[in-house]
């Protein structure tokens, strides 16, 4: 985590929540104007116990059509065998 300050009384953190398998790109969550540097903190560990207790999910909310039909094929492509796959 980085925690910065911003300017007078305000703080921002980055936090990072390692790398997506599906996409290969960093998790990473952005919080600003937090008044000090001690809540700054506890919120990044309830970010993290969330996160990794699994109530807190991260999505790419962006992903086009095109993107998902690739990464479905790439799943579907694992669990079958190629001449099912070529018909």
Known sequence: MVVKRKSEGSYYMDISLGVDPVTGKQKRIWHKDIPSKR????????????????????SDKHMSFDQLGELYFKSYTLNHKPTYIRT
Do not use: D, P, R, V
């Open 39 to 58: 809540i700054a903190q506890q919120i990044e560990t309830q970010l993290k116990q969330n996160y990794y207790s699994g109530l807190l999910l991260l």
